[in-house]
């Protein structure tokens, strides 16, 4: 009998890979294929095993748990399966919140993301003939529906966890600033997938480094609303 990992190998051989720019969204059925190939691997030891790489790096988490980060390319052994499963050609990240006594993880805290911005799914679509006062108004109405989902998806994203799951990266640092308080901060360039939500949401052009700076509990539990900025800068 075919284990369940088999048969997801045999399904994504036939997914395929042809895609040309990193989507706008987390594709939430493409992560549950990806989270079904990392099922067997319970431990940041057994991931890193599965990937042929060791964690790029890792922040301690509440609960005894690290939120990890794998950079994977191909030619690393757990990138052809992952890569399918995104529907990318691109190096991916890896992320896992892992207990740190070795315990098995549980089934949804693993994601996988391009190491590709996803800018060019938030392009504006004009029409032929730029200049005319119709093509100006439909750029308009597009810029302003594309804000407001960028807004939507980086308010929603209210933990740490959860904008590491937007940006498809771990912050590249957090600081402690006041009793319970964290400020993290992502460096975010063409190589992070959720780059392009930023430019959008900042009105940024979209070949900039941008910085995202959120203010988080240390516990790990909801952010204000407003407690996040981005600003042009590497």
């Known amino acids: 009998m075919q284990t369940r990992l088999s048969r997801f190998i045999l399904l994504v051989i036939w997914i395929p890979v042809a895609c040309a720019s990193a989507p706008k969204e987390v594709d939430p059925d493409r992560q549950a294929l990806a989270r079904l190939a990392l099922a067997g691997q319970a431990t940041k030891s057994d991931i890193s095993t599965f990937l042929g790489a060791p964690p790029s790096a890792c922040l301690g988490r509440p609960?005894?748990?690290?939120?990890?980060?794998?950079?994977?390319?191909?030619?690393?052994?757990?990138?052809?399966?992952?890569?399918?499963?995104?529907?990318?050609?691109?190096?991916?990240?890896?992320?896992?919140?892992?207990?740190?006594?070795?315990?098995?993880?549980?089934?949804?805290?693993?994601?996988?993301?391009?190491?590709?911005?996803?800018?060019?799914?938030?392009?504006?679509?004009?029409?032929?003939?730029?200049?005319?006062?119709?093509?100006?108004?439909?750029?308009?109405?597009?810029?302003?529906?594309?804000?407001?989902?960028?807004?939507?998806?980086?308010?929603?994203?209210?933990?740490?966890?959860?904008?590491?799951?937007?940006?498809?990266?771990?912050?590249?640092s957090c600081a402690p600033v006041a009793p319970g308080e964290q400020v993290c901060l992502w460096l975010t360039s063409n190589h992070t997938f959720g780059h392009g939500t930023l430019a959008i949401w900042i009105e940024a052009p979209k070949r900039k480094r941008i910085r995202l700076l959120c203010k988080l509990p240390t516990g790990g539990g909801k952010r204000v609303s407003g407690s996040c900025s981005a600003v042009v800068g590497g």
């Open 63 to 172: 609960e005894n748990s690290d939120m990890c980060q794998w950079e994977v390319g191909d030619q690393q052994t757990g990138w052809r399966v992952l890569a399918r499963a995104i529907d990318t050609r691109d190096r991916i990240n890896v992320i896992c919140d892992v207990p740190t006594d070795g315990s098995p993880r549980s089934a949804d805290s693993c994601g996988v993301y391009p190491r590709r911005s996803n800018r060019g799914s938030w392009m504006i679509h004009r029409t032929s003939d730029r200049k005319s006062r119709r093509s100006r108004g439909v750029g308009t109405e597009q810029r302003r529906q594309l804000f407001e989902r960028a807004d939507q998806i980086i308010s929603e994203a209210a933990t740490l966890v959860q904008l590491s799951h937007v940006m498809g990266s771990i912050p590249n």
